[in-house]
């Protein structure tokens, strides 16, 4: 294990971010040179906390099944490169969540019982940045080819994590992305102040070496049809994700200058890497209100502040949590509390439990304020708490109610459950044969790192569904869910 009193030498320490009034100024991520090099000097320190528990509970935390004491142990070792087998012998991506992963493994962390969790999500990033820096990080590729070809649809995190298994247990891959560029929400999705694309593009690029074959801008269902792609395929495997925006049906809502998030930050990443966006929407000199407190509100904060925003206020339904663990949320579950992401240091007003009644509108039919309410425990008015707050420009971050049916759902005749997603079995297929589904298509809206692992579980279904056996892992079955109180 690694230093046994670690974890009473040391305390909890991380990267330090570059100064507000800097990194608003520019889209690079917020860590000075990247989080990976920006923890270096403390991350063995930090690895040398974990206490290698008879009974690891990051584990459960994490759906991946990451080994995570031993890649601890490694970095305080300083084998970094047994690091970086450790880590990529569970997770195909790590760099992914690394940085994006609300990292459940830390509020399961046995240490988190009575001190500060390790930094396991610090740990993991230093490695993968170091290999990739090091050019420790090489393509796989098959030693024979199966002959069987696949097809997935879609090209975020499931998907490629799907496509890279498939590829390297020999099967013949083409990844299928509506976008002009491959990589779903990762891509377009995430602000480069979280994740620089250069991450994704490195990623991209080891795949293609071992023979993975992309096709950015086709979208099956319209350029080309499902029974088109299941004649050319042995197999089709569904990560199309969970795109359908929540919306807020109230009156008003036809104004202009009200938008969904995913309309407004896609926009800003192309912008950002240099390409040209007509009629962008703009936060520029407005008054911005994002409705929705999660992790893509955060990002339209963010990306609004760069812009230029006169004000940015974002609301959010719920209370505002505490900062300690509740109690009905116990260890090792994963607990509501008060988190302060990158963007919310930088600026922007958080009101908590609150609920929009009505937008209401200019004499040129565009938004020129809302009117809210707060509301109670069970989420009812409260009354005489009405009021006005200036917005031209509304960005919805209220979440996502499942995949798009009309197009490629449709025509593959897949069967929906309850919730509008795609069923599946207890090994990913659908209802029709040889279509497999994975990640928030199939799952609902939920974390990267269960995206990562419903599509390394996936392809090993769909390897036995080719050849009758696999040795592919399988870490989670598609009913598995988070530690939740």
Same mark, same amino acid.
């Given at each position: 294990?690694?230093d046994p009193?670690?974890?009473l030498?040391?305390g909890?320490?991380v990267?330090?971010?570059?100064?507000?009034e800097t990194?608003?100024k520019d889209?690079?991520?917020v860590?000075?040179?990247?989080?990976g090099r920006?923890?270096?000097?403390?991350?063995?320190?930090?690895?040398?906390?974990?206490m290698d528990?008879?009974?690891?509970?990051c584990h459960?935390?994490?759906?991946?099944?990451?080994i995570i004491?031993?890649?601890?142990?490694?970095?305080? $070792?300083d084998d970094?490169?047994g690091?970086m087998?450790?880590?990529?012998?569970t997770?195909n991506f790590p760099?992914?969540?690394? $940085?994006?992963?609300?990292?459940?493994?830390?509020?399961?962390?046995?240490?988190?019982i009575?001190?500060?969790?390790v930094?396991i999500?610090?740990?993991e990033?230093s490695i993968?940045?170091r290999?990739f820096?090091s050019?420790?990080?090489?393509p796989?590729?098959?030693?024979?080819?199966?002959?069987? %070809?696949?097809?997935v649809v879609?090209s975020?995190?499931?998907?490629l994590?799907?496509?890279q298994?498939?590829?390297?247990a020999?099967h013949?891959?083409?990844v299928y992305e509506?976008?002009?560029?491959?990589?779903?929400?990762?891509r377009?999705?995430?602000?480069?102040?979280?994740?620089?694309k250069?991450h994704?593009d490195?990623?991209?690029?080891?795949?293609r070496?071992e023979g993975?074959v992309?096709?950015?801008?086709?979208?099956?269902?319209?350029?080309i049809?499902a029974d088109?792609?299941?004649? %050319?395929f042995?197999?089709?495997?569904?990560t199309i994700?969970?795109?359908?925006p929540?919306?807020?049906?109230v009156p008003?809502?036809?104004?202009?200058g009200?938008?969904?998030a995913?309309?407004f930050?896609?926009?800003?990443n192309?912008?950002a890497?240099g390409?040209?966006?007509?009629d962008q929407?703009?936060?520029?000199g407005?008054?911005?209100?994002?409705?929705?407190?999660g992790?893509?509100g955060?990002?339209?904060?963010?990306?609004?502040?760069?812009?230029?925003?006169a004000s940015?206020t974002?609301?959010?339904i719920m209370?505002?949590?505490g900062?300690?663990?509740p109690a009905?949320?116990?260890?090792p579950t994963y607990p509501?509390?008060f988190?302060v992401?990158?963007?919310h240091?930088?600026g922007g007003?958080r009101v908590?439990?609150?609920s929009t009644?009505?937008?209401l509108?200019d004499?040129d039919?565009?938004?020129r304020?809302?009117?809210l309410?707060e509301?109670d425990?069970?989420?009812?008015?409260?009354?005489?708490?009405?009021?006005e707050?200036?917005?031209?420009l509304?960005?919805f971050?209220m979440?996502f109610v499942g995949p798009?049916?009309?197009g490629?759902?449709?025509q593959?005749?897949?069967e929906?459950?309850e919730?509008g997603?795609?069923?599946r079995d207890?090994?990913?297929?659908?209802?029709?044969d040889?279509v497999f589904?994975a990640?928030?298509?199939?799952r609902?809206?939920?974390l990267i790192?269960?995206?990562?692992?419903e599509?390394?579980?996936?392809?090993?279904?769909?390897?036995r569904?080719?050849?009758g056996a696999t040795n592919l892992?399988?870490?989670i079955?598609?009913?598995?869910?988070?530690l939740?109180a």
């Amino acid at each position: 294990m690694a230093d046994p009193k670690g974890f009473l030498k040391e305390g909890r320490e991380v990267a330090s971010r570059r100064p507000v009034e800097t990194r608003v100024k520019d889209w690079n991520e917020v860590y000075p040179d990247g989080i990976g090099r920006a923890l270096l000097p403390i991350i063995s320190k930090q690895a040398s906390r974990c206490m290698d528990c008879g009974i690891p509970f990051c584990h459960q935390g994490c759906p991946l099944g990451n080994i995570i004491p031993e890649w601890n142990d490694l970095v305080w $070792r300083d084998d970094w490169t047994g690091a970086m087998e450790r880590l990529h012998a569970t997770n195909n991506f790590p760099e992914f969540t690394g $940085r994006l992963c609300p990292a459940p493994c830390e509020t399961a962390c046995v240490l988190g019982i009575n001190q500060d969790p390790v930094t396991i999500k610090n740990v993991e990033v230093s490695i993968i940045d170091r290999a990739f820096e090091s050019g420790g990080v090489t393509p796989q590729a098959p030693e024979w080819l199966t002959g069987k %070809r696949v097809a997935v649809v879609g090209s975020g995190p499931a998907g490629l994590a799907a496509a890279q298994q498939l590829t390297r247990a020999g099967h013949t891959v083409a990844v299928y992305e509506r976008a002009d560029k491959i990589g779903g929400l990762l891509r377009y999705g995430i602000p480069e102040f979280k994740m620089e694309k250069a991450h994704v593009d490195r990623r991209l690029d080891q795949m293609r070496r071992e023979g993975t074959v992309f096709r950015a801008g086709v979208d099956v269902g319209v350029d080309i049809s499902a029974d088109d792609l299941r004649d %050319r395929f042995d197999a089709v495997v569904l990560t199309i994700g969970s795109t359908l925006p929540r919306d807020l049906p109230v009156p008003g809502r036809e104004f202009g200058g009200i938008h969904q998030a995913m309309e407004f930050l896609p926009q800003a990443n192309r912008v950002a890497v240099g390409e040209e966006v007509e009629d962008q929407i703009l936060a520029t000199g407005k008054n911005v209100v994002i409705i929705g407190g999660g992790d893509t509100g955060a990002d339209c904060l963010g990306t609004s502040i760069r812009q230029g925003a006169a004000s940015i206020t974002q609301l959010e339904i719920m209370a505002r949590p505490g900062t300690e663990r509740p109690a009905g949320q116990p260890w090792p579950t994963y607990p509501m509390t008060f988190k302060v992401s990158s963007a919310h240091e930088e600026g922007g007003d958080r009101v908590y439990a609150v609920s929009t009644t009505e937008f209401l509108g200019d004499e040129d039919g565009n938004v020129r304020a809302l009117r809210l309410v707060e509301v109670d425990a069970k989420f009812q008015p409260v009354p005489g708490t009405e009021r006005e707050i200036p917005a031209e420009l509304v960005l919805f971050a209220m979440g996502f109610v499942g995949p798009q049916r009309e197009g490629l759902v449709e025509q593959f005749g897949v069967e929906l459950d309850e919730r509008g997603n795609v069923k599946r079995d207890n090994g990913y297929a659908t209802s029709v044969d040889g279509v497999f589904c994975a990640g928030d298509a199939g799952r609902g809206q939920s974390l990267i790192v269960w995206a990562i692992a419903e599509g390394r579980s996936a392809a090993a279904s769909v390897d036995r569904f080719l050849t009758g056996a696999t040795n592919l892992p399988a870490p989670i079955p598609p009913t598995a869910r988070p530690l939740m109180a």
